[in-house]
Nanobody
Framework: QVQLVESGGGSVQAGGSLRLSCTAS????????MGWFRQPPGKEREGVASIDRLGRTTYADSVKGRFTISKDDAKNSLDLQMNSLKPEDTAMYYC????????????????????RGQGTQVTVSS
């Protein structure tokens, strides 16, 4: 069983930056495929970024060049650095993971991963 806890959300003006973090327990990062997805109010879940066990990353077109996903296996943590934030980035952001041997590939699969955290709110004002 994997437990995921997010932190780092908040409110920021357009153009600003936030860094989200996710700490995993119950499983070592090295055996997890992980990612971030978001759900804006009244809208469907959207995969934002993913990272596999080898560190290969994928991003949604809407965040490419602005967001960076990274993981620290020593700390069992996953981060999402978000720069140049836009009002349309406003959403609840969730950390998600698949445990070995499962690994759903591609950013579009992140909302379907087997484990997810409780979410952290990101609000971007214009």
């Amino acid at each position: 069983q994997v437990q995921l806890v997010e932190s780092g959300g908040g409110s920021v003006q357009a153009g600003g930056s936030l860094r989200l973090s996710c700490t995993a327990s119950g499983y070592t990062n090295r055996r997890l495929c992980m990612g971030w997805f978001r759900q804006p109010p009244g809208k469907e879940r959207e995969g934002v970024a993913s990272i596999d066990r080898l560190g290969r990353t994928t991003y949604a077109d809407s965040v490419k060049g602005r967001f960076t996903i990274s993981k620290d296996d020593a700390k069992n943590s996953l981060d999402l650095q978000m720069n140049s934030l836009k009002p349309e980035d406003t959403a609840m952001y969730y950390c998600a993971a698949d445990g070995f041997p499962v690994c759903r590939l591609g950013v579009g699969s992140v909302p379907k991963m087997g484990y997810r955290g409780q979410g952290t709110q990101v609000t971007v004002s214009s």
